[in-house]
């Protein structure tokens, strides 16, 4: 076998990372961080590598095989388990996604304030261990090392939230453990079954993803079903579904920003790739006869997670439940089981990595300035920090989908393929567009226009009491119909008015106005900050204008799961005759 030695490189390279800087304790903060982020770099000059080499074999060689740049060396040969690794279009996608978040993280964890006792060495260290961790997941081509990977994953990110997360991280980090434990307990019963029911068709039991899948039809259907139940709680769990995903709000909402950026762009990903790498193709029958039930559930955390997001009152929290809402589309594309939604929901499994990857940050960058991570601390910020503003505002509208970003043409392709199969669940999804603007601008609204206000903002400069009502005047903000704003917890003792400042009304005050001390102590982004999420940016834009290039390489792989689990897309209904059309 002729082994291609990207994915080797991919998985090791990060975990040498991790090691080196583990083991630079005594060096300057800043040596150890360019360390980290120099194999974070060249991490992803391999995974550009390895994306051009497989696009150039994509028009060449055996077009049926379902991997490209693989590897593959025995591991324990009396069970057949072989470390065997490969890509195809939607794993590939997802590498390439982890490749271009984690230096973005490091960048952007560069300042980050960890508890006492803990270094940015140790910190930096596990972020490099977990990249390693997810790239072996998304590569595994042996179902027994992607339990494996999909095990280890759990280690570094507990230790993230449980060491560097914040004040309720004990609380988070066991939970997030608990339920990642059940889920992999689940899996490996599932993963043992499959074993043995190869073993009945085969002369031994196998592992090996190719060959599960050449005999996949010969499973029963009774025993793909009880395989298929522990693979998909596992997998509803990892990604999260309703109702197995009350850990995430805790463990995004207490983990670093960095941990949580790659929680919700990347590690839940896992789930709904899951379902994608193993249950359709290797569970066909299965597949099709349970698929309603993760239809349903899609659809519930779709609308039931735009409805909570809308009450949240934590930042994190919130970007925690508009993923959930996110989940549901890419789970009903995944088994709306049309070409169209499957390309559609790896696509947003993608685009979701992005978007909400630049809102994890940005919502990092605001707290860090305020100090508090409620909503209601926060208000006219553009005035005082409109760079800050501005990068909300994209991750806002990519974050619903509007035209021009990232994410529209993924949900599009989702709803469509939806709607062409299950018309019915399609509409009631579409609800989710509509509830996700409302949530999300509400908060960009509260947060970023209006009068300048709140303690997360103004902070302790005027000695400020913000739980007391204050009116203020002028056009600038909600208040100026001279109902009182009512402000969150207090930072003061005395009473006054700069608990709202607009701007405009110090337009003729000293230099040294009270809104010009705001922006002052507040700040805008730096150099740094502007460097770490300009490539966010420029991705929301350049994959809302032209995905094609992202399309092509997954598009392949959608056809041949549509082919694995024995679905075509449906036939669209001949046109009938034009009322008053004539002939």
Same mark, same amino acid.
């Given at each position: ?172 980090? %066991? ?70 995903? %009350? ?24 789930? %709904? ?156 999804? %579409? ?153």
């Amino acid at each position: 076998m002729n082994d291609s030695l990207y994915l080797p490189i991919l998985l090791l390279l990060p975990l040498a990372g991790s090691v080196v800087v583990t083991g630079m304790s005594g060096a300057p903060a800043k040596t150890v961080k360019l360390t980290a982020l120099g194999f974070s770099v060249v991490e992803l000059g391999v995974a550009i590598a390895l994306w051009v080499a497989y696009r150039s074999s994509m028009g060449t060689g055996d077009t049926a095989a379902p991997f490209r740049e693989t590897f593959s060396v025995d591991w324990i040969p009396s069970f057949g388990v072989s470390f065997s690794l490969g890509v195809d279009g939607i794993s590939l996608t997802m590498i390439a996604l982890i490749a271009v978040l984690v230096p973005i993280v490091l960048g952007a964890s560069w300042e980050e304030k960890l508890p006492a006792g803990r270094t940015i060495g140790g910190y930096f260290a596990l972020l490099l261990a977990l990249q390693a961790a997810m790239i072996g997941v998304f590569a595994a081509t042996d179902v027994f090392v992607f339990y494996v990977m999909f095990e280890v994953m759990l280690i570094p990110m507990y230790f993230l939230i449980g060491a560097f997360g914040g004040v309720r991280r004990a609380y988070a980090a %066991t939970k997030f453990f608990l339920y990642s434990l059940l889920g992999g307990l689940l899996m490996l019963a599932s993963v043992i079954g499959l074993y043995v029911a190869s073993g009945n068709v085969l002369p031994s039991g196998t592992f090996d993803w190719e060959a599960l899948r050449s005999i996949a039809s010969q499973i029963p259907e009774s025993t793909q079903m009880w395989i298929f139940a522990g693979f998909a709680i596992a997998f509803a769990i990892k990604a999260p579904l309703v109702p197995l995903h %009350t850990w995430l709000p805790d463990a995004g909402a207490e983990a670093p920003i960095g941990a949580g950026t790659l929680l919700v762009g990347v590690l839940d990903k896992v789930g %709904t790739f899951g379902f994608l790498r193993i249950c359709l193709p290797l569970l066909p029958a299965a597949s099709a006869r349970l698929s309603w039930v993760i239809i349903l559930l899609a659809v519930i955390g779709i609308v039931y997670g735009a409805i909570v997001a809308a009450g949240q009152s934590d930042l994190k929290r919130f970007v925690t439940f508009t993923s959930i809402a996110h989940f549901g589309f890419i789970a009903l594309g995944v088994f709306a089981f049309t070409t169209q939604s499957i390309a559609g929901a790896a696509l947003y499994m993608v685009n979701h990595g992005i978007a909400t990857g630049l809102l994890f940050i940005v919502v990092g960058m605001l707290a860090a300035r305020g100090g508090s991570r409620l909503i209601g601390d926060y208000g006219g910020v553009w005035k005082v920090a409109p760079l800050l503003g501005g990068m909300f505002l994209v991750a806002s509208l990519a974050t619903i989908a509007m035209p021009g970003t990232n994410s529209f043409i993924s949900e599009f392709l989702v709803l469509i393929g939806t709607f062409t199969r299950y018309p019915g669940w399609a509409v009631i999804a %579409t609800i989710g567009i509509v509830l996700a603007a409302v949530y999300m601008l509400w908060v960009f609204q509260r947060t970023m226009f209006g009068p300048i206000r709140g303690v997360g903002v103004i902070g302790d400069d005027f000695g400020l009491d913000a739980r007391v009502p204050v009116t203020v005047g002028g056009p600038a903000g909600p208040s100026s119909t001279g109902a009182p704003e009512y402000q969150p917890a207090t930072r003061g003792t005395a009473v006054s008015t700069a608990a709202a400042v607009d701007p405009a009304e110090d337009s003729h005050a000293a230099p040294h106005s009270r809104a010009a001390a705001v922006r002052a102590r507040f700040g805008d982004l730096t150099g740094r900050e502007i460097a770490v999420v300009t490539p966010l940016v420029v991705l929301i834009i350049l994959l809302g204008v032209y995905p094609q290039p992202v399309l092509d390489v997954i598009n392949p792989t959608a056809q041949r799961t549509m082919v694995d689990v024995g679905f075509t897309d449906p036939v669209p209904p001949a046109a009938g005759p034009i009322v008053g059309g004539g002939q």
